[in-house]
């Protein structure tokens, strides 16, 4: 699977982060027009279920190989190359950027189980300075100690964040227990050598062709076949659960599995 794996249970990209307090956190910043570098060595980005719309434009969406089966936006089919981030660090025009990279290196913490969420912060992240002053960083604290106008954008983006994901959580959980969800292959061609195949099918006749150009293992999707022979029970649950909408979007997504080929051969 193209996913970076995350270290010691820790969410893609991130250090263990660090709870914004003032004045111990006085100096910190962030620094402005930083762009998507940090992103350019991570080819499968988490998604929650409000932004499927959008990104199944631009990625293939699949689920984690796992048992959490978590939503993922394909962004690169070779690990630690992301092929929407050019070399000054912006996101590759007219594509949707996952709400997981805009809400970087932000996220918001339970400093207790179930307690209030605090905003947090990657603060080993080339995006962050330690002394805003010095470095014309965009400051989180003003002199009183109150959060500057970016540091509480940054926590309703990370309160919203936290409560999609919740939402998605219980999504995925659902797929897994009524047995949706089955393991893919990708095998990819360039357009006009027999397009995209999946799991062997559409394989063209000739040895020459049957080559791929790009094959992608270890990912997950909704397999047509049981979502088609679920129970009218569970079918108006989904429905009621507003679950057949995003259902929908991520087979549709399936469609933008050439825009990565396409993307491939523009790169290389």
């Given amino acids: 699977m193209t996913q970076t794996p995350a270290s010691a249970g820790l969410p893609p990209l991130y250090s263990p982060p660090t709870v914004l307090r003032?004045?111990?956190?006085?100096g910190i910043g962030l620094r402005q027009a930083s762009g998507f570098?940090?992103?350019a060595g991570t080819a499968a980005i988490p998604l929650t279920l409000p932004e499927f719309a959008a990104a199944g434009r631009s990625y293939p969406i699949v689920f984690a190989a796992d048992a959490?089966?978590?939503p993922l936006a394909l962004t690169g089919l070779k690990a630690?190359?992301?092929?929407f981030v050019a070399e000054d660090g912006s996101w590759r025009t007219?594509?949707?950027?996952?709400a997981y990279l805009r809400r970087y290196p932000f996220i918001a913490v339970e400093a207790q189980a179930g307690g209030p969420r605090m905003l947090g912060l990657d603060t080993t992240s080339p995006l962050v300075s330690?002394?805003?002053?010095?470095?014309?960083?965009?400051?989180?604290?003003?002199?009183?100690g109150r959060p500057t106008?970016?540091?509480?954008?940054?926590m309703q983006l990370c309160e919203a964040y936290a409560l999609e994901y919740e939402a998605t959580q219980a999504f995925s959980a659902a797929l897994v227990e009524h047995g949706l969800l089955v393991a893919r292959t990708a095998e990819l061609r360039l357009a006009g050598q027999g397009g995209q195949s999946e799991g062997g099918a559409d394989a063209p006749a000739s040895s020459e062709a049957a080559t791929p150009d790009a094959v992608v293992t270890g990912f997950q999707v909704v397999d047509e076949a049981a979502f088609r022979a679920l129970p009218g029970t569970v079918v108006a649950q989904f429905h009621e659960r507003?679950?057949?909408a995003p259902l929908v979007l991520h087979l549709a997504s399936q469609l933008s599995w050439q825009v990565l080929l396409d993307g491939t051969a523009t790169q290389a």
Wanted: aromatic share 12%; hydrophobic share 45%; proline share 5%.
């Fill in 130 to 144: 330690t002394d805003a002053a010095r470095d014309g960083a965009e400051a989180l604290f003003d002199a009183e």
């Fill in 80 to 83: 630690g190359r992301n092929l």
């Fill in 94 to 98: 007219g594509s949707y950027v996952p």
């Fill in 37 to 39: 570098g940090f992103a």
């Fill in 149 to 154: 106008e970016r540091a509480s954008a940054a």
């Fill in 22 to 26: 003032f004045p111990e956190h006085r």
């Fill in 242 to 244: 507003g679950w057949l």
């Fill in 68 to 70: 959490a089966a978590l």
